[in-house]
């Protein structure tokens, strides 16, 4: 799963880490609300893990929803959330990595994902960051069912 946080540069993510995307992958495999994974641009060299959701879960108002999973190997991350409506996206995004706007670890808030605040985690295993931002889409699920 790459190397500590500890050992990176501060000023970069470094190279993807395949042994997490795939990881991920078969564990996203097996969720329910899981219709389909795709490795970006392909499944030797990925850098990229596509997850399609059922959109049948949702609202008719939400005609696609999807993350989008870059894992690297100094541990940085961004896992991007994204329902696609007829009148605007609603998304957001998990992140870890250096930038100027905040914390190395912090979240863009929905709906547009351009309000950032820094983010704090009880740990930063892959799977339990996984495991975080699933529970976060079953919330928003219920919400949007709640207040349909």
């Given at each position: 799963?790459?190397?500590?946080?500890?050992?990176?540069?501060?000023?970069?993510?470094?190279?993807?880490?395949?042994?997490?995307?795939?990881?991920?992958?078969?564990?996203?495999?097996?969720?329910?609300?899981?219709v389909?994974?795709?490795?970006?641009?392909?499944?030797?060299?990925?850098?990229?893990?596509?997850?399609?959701?059922?959109?049948?879960?949702?609202?008719?108002?939400?005609?696609?929803?999807?993350?989008?999973?870059?894992?690297?190997?100094?541990?940085?991350?961004s896992?991007?959330?994204?329902?696609?409506?007829?009148?605007?996206?609603?998304?957001?995004?998990?992140?870890?990595?250096?930038?100027?706007h905040?914390?190395?670890?912090?979240?863009?808030?929905?709906?547009?994902?351009?309000?950032?605040?820094?983010?704090?985690?009880?740990?930063?295993?892959?799977?339990?960051?996984?495991?975080?931002?699933?529970?976060?889409?079953?919330?928003?699920?219920?919400?949007?069912?709640?207040?349909?």
């Open positions: 799963m790459g190397h500590s946080p500890d050992d990176s540069a501060d000023h970069s993510t470094g190279p993807s880490d395949r042994q997490t995307l795939r990881l991920l992958e078969r564990h996203l495999a097996s969720e329910s609300l899981v389909e994974t795709a490795f970006e641009p392909d499944p030797y060299e990925p850098r990229l893990l596509a997850v399609f959701l059922d959109a049948d879960r949702y609202p008719e108002a939400v005609t696609t929803a999807r993350l989008n999973i870059r894992w690297f190997t100094t541990g940085d991350f896992i991007h959330y994204v329902e696609t409506r007829a009148e605007a996206d609603w998304e957001c995004r998990w992140d870890r990595h250096p930038n100027t905040n914390s190395r670890l912090h979240f863009h808030e929905p709906p547009a994902g351009t309000e950032v605040v820094d983010l704090e985690l009880s740990s930063l295993h892959p799977l339990e960051v996984y495991s975080t931002v699933l529970t976060a889409i079953e919330q928003r699920i219920e919400t949007l069912w709640s207040s349909h």
